[in-house]
């Protein structure tokens, strides 16, 4: 059947940009999988979306007008409820079939079809296909209901009666079939061919002429760039182009990417012009400055290539391209200008009062009403910082004068104007007031959200206040019964828990925790200290046993993503220090491929059985009443692999100890071959259960293989 290209536009009020390329993406798809439900998108159809900041369009390449018949066979309901005594239908029978649609159908042409217990009355035919003009309608609002919308607006028609709901009020709707109107109703708006061009260098009506003209049309009459993607990709190239004429760069931030994004959901004809500020306001700590720029007024600062710094220069993504824009540069000139006054203005003032002199305004905000204000906190985290530090043998006095300047900024001008920049200017205040490098260090890195490089002894104070802050926030909110639900998780805890085996991973990866040593520091330990910080009755009993475990299941969900999963279970059943695990599932994994790994895990987990049926404590194996011969030869083998692998295991070589132990497969096999184990004598029974304990214990030094039996 032929097919023709089928375009749909909704001419709305400015669409929320942060929103528009998905609901331009989703209205699209939508309206294809609607129209593809009912039969009308041929094999070979595209999908163009278009998005600007005031219209969201489709055009689907190949649409068919009529859609093939389709057959039909339903099952509707057993013949004893769908006819009566006389054979005519009941009146459930006619229900279900105007439910269907088949109200005219025949009676008697409905089939009969038995499956077993019952007969039951089966529809069979063909279904006419749907027409695209009947159907187009229901398939646009579909989609429209669909749409990921973040707010609805509600708004009153022309007649001053009617309310409608839409992500903003729509001005006119083009729904052409090929050049021909199909003709709809959505949101009180007849179809028709009519859309605007540009606000300002066309705001004229356009009459589309066909599907296939739209694009070109809105470019060449309109001014319009309809393409979302097309774009952001002249917008990139535009603003790439300006900055290497500059040799500048536009830095390598994610909020560049995002920036990106937005502008290219508030222009439909996109240039790019050059703005500047003066030298003087470079004084000003950068982020303060980028900040401002990019978050009220979308500007594109720009970078020294060589050394990172900002330039007094700023790329603007205008919606008027005009060969003499002095005028549009000055108007931005002079509106981010008190922007960045503002910025001065609120440094130098705070530089008037040093960071320790704020701490003890924290006592006026309230950090929760269960945990008290952020100046208790603070106290809470010095004592945490400080058991830390204790822990692995550091400065405390660097880490509790880092966790009590931590939240200073927070009174602060500049903190107060930008949220974001809590930390940041923290770390910028604490060094112009003299502080210790470590404790600059540590004020500007506590945001991070995980360490991801290795901490060596030289770099703790940083790593002892992200840890501090972390244990605290998990402890404390966990224990007054705010743990995360599903995916609600806004205190951030699971973000907390990932942080705090980053920073394991990285004291561990800089040599701070030995991988052979059980200490110093632990997550158990870290957990009591962090509960011993808060006042008697403020958390609840089973608070560290569930943020303990609540950290363990982070770590299990990260490691099973780039590990074995059986591996991981294998060592996680073991509970081992935190700092252990990644080279314990390394050696599980080894071992698993070998030829004597999945025998051994099967072994042990009989053995793990057998352990469980023991009536008594056993004791020392007696060496008097191994009688057997493969039970003397286990008990030899356990005997000369027994030191060897607690050698390898003690000094962190967890590969070797497991290697030692694949050597004891022959006589594991041959014991229970030859073996019963649980004898009649309750002492011979007792001896080879106190042998196989010993194996057990040899065996699950670094995991628990049972668990890589499959």
């Not at 339903?74 to 054979?87: I, R, T």
């Not at 109703?185 to 009519?194: A, H, K, N, P, V």
């Amino acid at each position: 059947m032929s097919a023709c290209p089928l375009l749909v536009e909704l001419f709305t009020e400015e669409l929320p940009p942060k929103a528009l390329s998905k609901l331009g993406h989703a209205f699209s798809s939508g309206l294809n999988d609607a129209l593809a439900q009912l039969g009308l998108i041929a094999a070979d159809n595209a999908i163009v979306s278009f998005a600007t900041p005031r219209r969201l369009a489709v055009r689907l390449s190949k649409v068919l007008a009529i859609a093939p018949d389709q057959t039909y066979s339903e099952k509707l309901m057993p013949v004893k409820v769908g006819l009566d005594a006389n054979g005519a239908a009941t009146p459930a029978l006619l229900k279900k079939l105007a439910a269907k649609g088949w109200e005219n159908i025949d009676i008697a042409s409905l089939e009969r079809e038995s499956d077993g217990k019952q007969d039951y009355l089966v529809a069979r035919g063909t279904a006419a296909g749907v027409t695209l003009k009947n159907v187009l309608q229901a398939a646009i609002e579909t989609a429209m209901a669909g749409m990921p919308i973040p707010k609805m607006m509600r708004y009153q028609l022309s007649d001053g009666v009617t309310s409608v709901k839409f992500v903003r009020p729509a001005h006119a709707i083009v729904t052409l079939y090929g050049d021909e109107i199909v003709p709809v109703e959505i949101l009180g708006l007849q179809s028709g061919r009519t859309t605007f061009g540009h606000r300002f260098l066309h705001p004229h009506a356009i009459t589309i002429d066909s599907a296939e003209s739209y694009e070109h049309q809105l470019a060449d009459v309109g001014h319009v760039v309809a393409s979302y993607e097309t774009r952001r990709t002249q917008i990139t190239k535009l603003l790439a182009d300006q900055a290497t004429a500059l040799n500048a760069t536009l830095g390598n931030d994610p909020e560049v990417e995002a920036l990106l994004d937005e502008v290219t959901a508030l222009v439909e004809s996109p240039i790019v012009y050059v703005g500047a500020f003066e030298q003087r306001f470079l004084e000003v700590p950068q982020e303060c400055l980028i900040l401002t720029m990019r978050l009220n007024q979308k500007y594109f600062p720009l970078f020294n290539p060589a050394t990172g710094a900002l330039t007094h220069q700023f790329l603007i993504v205008s919606n008027m391209p005009t060969s003499n824009p002095a005028a549009i540069i000055e108007g931005n000139q002079r509106v981010v200008r008190p922007r960045l006054a503002d910025a001065e203005f609120f440094f130098k003032t705070d530089r008037k009062l040093p960071l320790h002199q704020r701490v003890e305004q924290l006592g006026s905000i309230v950090y929760h009403n269960k945990l008290g204000t952020q100046l208790q906190r603070v106290a809470r985290v010095q004592q945490i910082a400080a058991w830390i530090s204790h822990a692995l043998d550091s400065k405390p006095e660097l880490a509790e004068r880092a966790a009590l300047l931590a939240k200073a900024d927070l009174t602060t001008n500049m903190v107060g104007e930008f949220p974001e920049l809590q930390g940041i200017m923290g770390a910028y205040y604490a060094k112009g007031d003299g502080e210790s490098p470590a404790v600059v260090q540590a004020i500007a890195e506590q945001y991070k959200i995980r360490l991801d490089t290795p901490i060596t002894t030289d770099l703790l104070t940083p790593a002892i206040l992200f840890m501090a802050e972390r244990v605290e926030t998990l402890v404390g909110i966990w224990g007054i019964g705010l743990a995360p639900t599903g995916e609600r998780d806004p205190f951030g805890l699971r973000r907390a828990a990932l942080g705090l085996i980053s920073a394991f991973e990285q004291l561990t990866a800089g040599g701070v925790l030995q991988i052979q040593q059980n200490g110093p520091l632990t997550l158990d330990g870290l957990i009591e200290a962090a509960a011993l910080s808060f006042d008697a009755g403020i958390l609840a009993q089973t608070t560290t046993t569930e943020v303990h475990a609540f950290i363990v299941e982070r770590l299990r969900n990260q490691m099973i993503q780039l590990h074995d999963r059986n591996a991981v279970e294998a060592v996680l059943a073991i509970d081992p220090p935190i700092h252990q695990v990644l080279a314990r599932v390394q050696a599980a994994e080894i071992f698993a491929q070998g030829p004597d790994a999945a025998s051994l895990a099967a072994a042990n987990k009989r053995i793990g059985n057998l352990l469980k049926k023991a009536d008594q404590a056993l004791g020392a194996v007696d060496m008097n009443l191994l009688s057997e011969a493969a039970e003397r030869s286990l008990a030899e083998t356990i005997a000369q692999l027994q030191p060897v692998a607690q050698q390898q295991f003690e000094s962190g070589d967890y590969i070797g100890a497991m290697q030692t132990l694949a050597r004891a497969r022959a006589p594991v096999d041959a014991f229970f071959n030859d073996i019963m184990v649980m004898a009649d004598d309750p002492a011979i029974r007792n001896n080879r259960l106190a042998l196989l304990g010993q194996l057990h214990t040899l065996m699950n030094q670094v995991a628990d293989i049972s668990r890589l039996a499959t």
